[in-house]
């Protein structure tokens, strides 16, 4: 069976420090892992994807993903956060389990920047 | 490019009726499928439509039924309303079957069951 665990459902930061959204997971295949963002009334936007290339994996807006496959994780993180960063973060695990489809998204991370 | 497009935005019903949601892929792309979104929740795979066959489906009940038409836009369907299917549905497509990596989703359709 597979799952998704977001560690934080709140994050504070300050305007131009780093920002670390946890994601665990939990797979019996080896998945895709993906982080989407949510501002306010708008859809989901796909950040980064990792799909078995390269473990550290860049993605918009100056964010960034490594995967650690020890330690099933999946954290996403920015060097600088920046105002227009407040959002709702998902990190997403899909995986093809005899040819099913699974893709499970994790409750999400509220992103909070303070001035 | 127009992208992903839902309608209607907001949606009021009561319970027991039934809600029919529309979602027309962006363009070039041909596999559609549906999220449910509850408050605070992740969203959650309802089902996946192509070729306007249901491909894939997520631990629903009946209630909730598909349509792809051959233009690749999708209805969902849901019956016999209940308090809990207040939610905010999400309509996602990608290139094809295969190319499931990326999707891109649109702002969603916000339905309030009283």
Not at chain 1, 51 to 79: R, Y
Not at chain 2, 10 to 22: F, N, P, S, W
Request: charged letters at 20%.
């Amino acid at each position: 069976a597979q799952s998704v665990t977001q560690l934080d459902s709140h994050v504070s930061v300050s305007e131009g420090t780093p920002v670390l959204l946890r994601c665990n997971y939990s797979s019996s295949y080896s998945p895709s892992l993906f982080w989407y963002v949510q501002h306010p009334n708008k859809g989901l936007q796909l950040l980064l994807k990792y799909t078995s290339a390269a473990t550290l994996v860049k993605g918009i807006n100056g964010f960034e993903a490594e995967f650690k496959k020890s330690e099933t994780s999946f954290h996403l993180t920015k060097p600088s956060a920046h105002m227009s960063d407040a959002a709702e973060y998902f990190c997403v695990v899909r995986t093809e389990e005899n040819r099913d489809d699974k893709i499970i998204f994790g409750k999400g991370t509220r992103l909070h920047i303070l001035p | 490019d127009a992208g992903v497009t839902q309608s209607p935005t907001h949606l009021i019903k009561t319970r027991g009726q039934q809600v029919t949601l529309r979602c027309s892929p962006k363009s070039g792309h041909d596999t559609v499928s549906w999220y449910q979104q509850a408050l605070g929740q992740g969203p959650q795979f309802i089902f996946q439509y192509y070729e306007e066959e249901e491909r894939q489906r997520g631990n629903f009940p009946d209630r909730f039924s598909g349509h792809q038409f051959p233009n690749y836009s999708s209805e969902l369907n849901v019956n016999a309303l209940l308090l809990g299917d207040s939610a905010l549905y999400l309509c996602a497509s990608s290139p094809d079957l295969t190319d499931q990596e990326t999707q891109y989703f649109g702002p969603g359709t916000r339905l309030l069951v009283l």
